[in-house]
């Protein structure tokens, strides 16, 4: 880094100063020792950093990879068409849905219910052993990562809702059923705990380690 | 960039959320997205008629909600048999099947949380548009915050989709009135989030209280 980008980079660290994470409001130190820790425009208790950060991440990141495998495993539903039952799992559906021409949603559900899940667990796992290693590379990019892995996250959940459209509205006793299996649970688990583990993880980890503002916290 | 060191709190500069950065506000113009020189992230976006704007948007969006659950999404016709299902169908669903985990979760995506989000954004905007403070402000801000990442809308439009196709293979399936209603709340629910700039509702909300 040359000089004159040296010279511009102040942060809100630097300067004894924290940003509300809720209305990024700019308080001082200084404030909130007199005033209590307590952002003065929302009422939102403030933080230097996101609280224990990593510790959050690395577990949740770790529950997440652990019910991948009954996401995967198990059916997440069974439809039962003129008594004959079909089940299937999260990638079968994909595999169904290809195997009938539908190219399209298939490609669709295979990047929301199958790429999305493996690509956050492992680009969490490399942003959090990136900071947890102190690693300085690029850190533009991995805040860039960060960014698409939390966009990305919420988009798995199609293949819950489409599972809920369908035992809603095929019950039909004898022609036609269709009902949830267990892998549906673990695979909503996954979800939801993956776009936990994107919020405790706190990006400007990332840039702490630049040298100014370090102090953590 | 000069900052005083002694200030308490203030509006003139703030960090990015992402990397921390400082930046002066007033670097970023009426209309303009501001983003963070260092990291790239958005940092806010300054919109004319900001609040009214995103009042029109949460008032139209919280319209189509109310239609959006009074009719049928799909409906669903097997050798004379016909079925339909309303948005709030599938949670009740999950949750009947045993699935109660499920049940939740679907409802709390699917219906709580992106109507929760209308009702915030009206009852904040609507009370500032008629030269009154709102009751919880605060609150309203941080659940406005909090709800976001959970109102999953756009998302299940999508597994509507996927349904239907899937349904397709052995049935005739029919597009519901609602599914519309439920497609344009959509649409109005981010365009609100998109035209409302907060640095807007503060310095309202400021106004209001001299
Ligand atoms: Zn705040
Ligand atoms: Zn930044």
Excluded at chain 1, 32 to 50: E, F, V
Excluded at chain 1, 108 to 136: D, E, G, T
Excluded at chain 1, 145 to 165: C, K, N, Q, V
Aim: net charge neutral.
């Amino acid at each position: 880094m040359n000089g004159a980008q040296q010279q511009a980079r102040l942060t809100a660290a630097s300067i004894e100063a924290v940003s509300c994470h809720i209305c990024n409001l700019l308080v001082s130190d200084s404030y909130r020792r007199r005033h209590g820790n307590i952002c003065p425009r929302c009422g939102t208790a403030l933080h230097r950093r996101k609280p224990d950060s990593m510790s959050r991440t690395w577990a949740l990141l770790i529950a997440a990879a652990i019910l991948y495998v009954p996401a995967n495993v198990y059916p997440i539903l069974t439809v039962v068409s003129f008594g004959q039952p079909t089940t299937s799992t999260i990638i079968g559906g994909v595999i169904e849905l290809a195997a009938g021409g539908q190219w399209v949603i298939a490609a669709v559900v295979f990047i929301a219910s199958v790429f999305v899940p493996i690509f956050k667990i492992l680009a969490l796992l490399f942003l959090a052993l990136s900071v947890q290693l102190k690693w300085q590379a690029r850190p533009r990019a991995r805040t860039l990562l960060y960014r698409f892995t939390e966009f990305i996250g919420r988009w798995s959940m199609i293949d819950i809702f489409m599972i809920s459209i369908l035992i809603a509205l095929v019950k039909l006793q004898a022609l036609a059923t269709v009902t949830a299996g267990p892998g549906a649970i673990a695979f909503a688990a996954v979800v939801i705990i993956t776009m936990f583990a994107a919020m405790t993880f706190d990006p400007r980890l990332i840039w702490d380690t630049e040298g100014m503002g370090d102090d953590g916290g | 960039m000069r900052i005083d060191r002694h200030f308490t709190y203030t509006e003139s500069h703030m960090a990015c959320p992402e990397c921390d950065l400082l930046h002066l506000v007033s670097d970023i113009r009426e209309g303009e997205q501001g983003h963070c020189i260092r990291c790239g992230a958005l940092l806010f976006v300054r919109h004319r008629n900001s609040l009214d704007r995103a009042l029109a948007f949460s008032l139209t969006g919280l319209s189509f909600f109310i239609l959006a659950n009074l009719f049928p999404l799909l409906t669903f016709e097997m050798e004379g048999q016909t079925e339909s299902n309303r948005l709030i169908d599938g949670a009740i669903a999950f949750w009947q099947a045993g699935y109660w985990e499920l049940g939740i979760a679907v409802f709390i995506f699917s219906v709580f949380a992106p109507l929760a989000v209308l009702l915030v954004l009206v009852t904040l905007l609507l009370p500032l548009r008629l030269g009154r403070a709102p009751l919880f402000v605060k609150l309203q801000i941080r659940l406005l915050v909090f709800l976001k990442p959970w109102a999953m809308s756009e998302i299940f439009i999508l597994g509507i989709i996927v349904a239907f196709v899937k349904l397709q293979d052995f049935a005739d399936v029919g597009i519901g009135l609602s599914l519309f209603a439920f497609i344009l709340m959509v649409i109005a629910t981010v365009m609100a989030y998109l035209t409302l700039d907060t640095r807007a509702l503060w310095a309202r909300l400021e106004e209001l209280a001299v």
